[in-house]
């Protein structure tokens, strides 16, 4: 389905994209299914909040909300109900899912909405790899409730049924771009922005001249390493770089390294999961961090949640995930954009 020239409630456009929505429909109700089977409870985490999330190259919707007093007071749409929900498991709730609408600026595109459903679930006490699994499950259902038993994108193909790839992203760096990762980051999980720009070179990538470690990373990721993931099964990118993990544990037993995934398939992103971290001075240490950055590059910063912090001391260990639901159905579908899945699609 090619993009259409005429808006999406024209009656012959809404016909085409129909079948599409109806699986939509039919993944959610199966994912709901899982998810309550697994024993967890489906919750509604409130949008508006006073940070939109404090990493440094997401971006926030802003707004007032006016008191009864007349006076105005910043607010934010949310980039992820993760701040809510971990207060949620603060208060002693310890399995929880919730499909909610969150909102991204600068973000447009084939993969991309301004506004878009995430699934995000946790799972208290528990293992991060159990996530894993869980998301194992949950692409081979929606290949099936979407009436077959493949993901597509373009020209890509996955089967949810084959048994996962799971790679380290110091792996795949060595693998797709040829580049010693771990020679770049300290023992102390700093990084070394000149020994990776020497990589680089060496590996005929281009980068700025003030791209920092992060931006080269990202770099490499996009060029090398994400275009052979999730070809012809999905695939488990692990252990980031606890630089690359503002909310994630360190890594037991190599603490340059973290508890976080991403989960691929086609090429494309779908998930992003945790072992949470839960020790409120490191996690404000690193969204100082995520914001200094945020302020050199787009010279704002966004406020921090204070109750989040004070809720992360009485958060349980925990293991947490988000996964991009219209990707996922988009995959499911074989349709090639993000707006051929949405029921009213942003406009503009």
């Known amino acids: 389905m090619s993009r259409p020239s005429s ?18 429909g039919r993944i959610q109700a199966a994912l709901r299914g899982w998810l309550a089977g697994e024993g967890f409870l489906e919750v509604d ?5 006073v940070s939109p999330g404090n990493e440094a190259h997401l ?17 934010y749409l949310h980039t992820s109900p993760e701040f809510a929900m971990k207060k949620l498991l603060a208060a002693g709730e310890t399995r929880i899912a919730a499909f909610a609408h969150v909102w991204r600026n600068r973000e447009r595109g084939a993969l991309h909405s301004p506004e878009f459903t995430m699934l995000e679930w946790y799972r208290v006490g528990e293992p991060y790899a159990v996530l894993m699994q869980d998301c194992a499950a949950m692409l081979r259902l929606a290949a099936e409730a979407a009436g077959g038993r493949e993901l597509r994108f373009r020209d890509r193909v996955c089967d949810p049924f084959a048994e996962p790839e799971r790679l380290g992203v110091v792996e795949a760096f060595a693998c797709y771009a040829g580049i010693d990762l771990m020679a770049t980051i300290l023992p102390d999980g700093s990084t070394d922005a000149a020994a990776l720009a020497g990589q680089m070179t060496a590996a005929g990538l281009r980068f700025a001249p003030d791209d920092t470690w992060s931006d080269m990373l990202s770099r490499v ?11 012809g099964r ?8 606890a630089a690359e993990a503002a909310l994630a544990r360190p890594l037991p037993g190599d603490a340059r390294l973290a508890e976080r995934f991403e989960l691929y398939a086609c090429g494309v992103e779908l998930a992003n999961g945790f072992g949470e971290l839960t ?13 200094d950055e945020k302020s050199r590059v787009y010279g704002e910063r966004y406020p921090l ?33 993000i707006d051929d899945v949405i029921w009213t699609p942003v406009a503009g």
Do not use: K
């Open 7 to 24: 808006p999406w409630w024209t009656p012959h456009i809404h016909a085409d994209r129909r079948p599409l929505l109806l699986a939509r």
């Open 45 to 49: 985490p409130a949008a508006l909040q």
């Open 59 to 75: 971006h926030g919707f802003a707004t007032q909300m006016i008191g009864n007093d007349g006076l105005g007071r910043q607010m």
């Open 221 to 231: 990721l996009v060029e090398r390493v994400e275009p052979n993931l999730g070809q």
């Open 234 to 241: 999905m695939t488990i990118l692990d252990r980031y770089p």
């Open 279 to 291: 020790n409120p001075e490191e996690q404000r240490r690193r969204f100082g961090l995520e914001m």
């Open 305 to 337: 949640d204070e109750e989040f912090l004070e809720a992360l001391a009485l958060m349980p260990p925990a293991s947490g995930i988000a996964l991009g639901f219209d990707r996922l159905v988009m995959l499911a579908t074989g349709a090639p954009r």
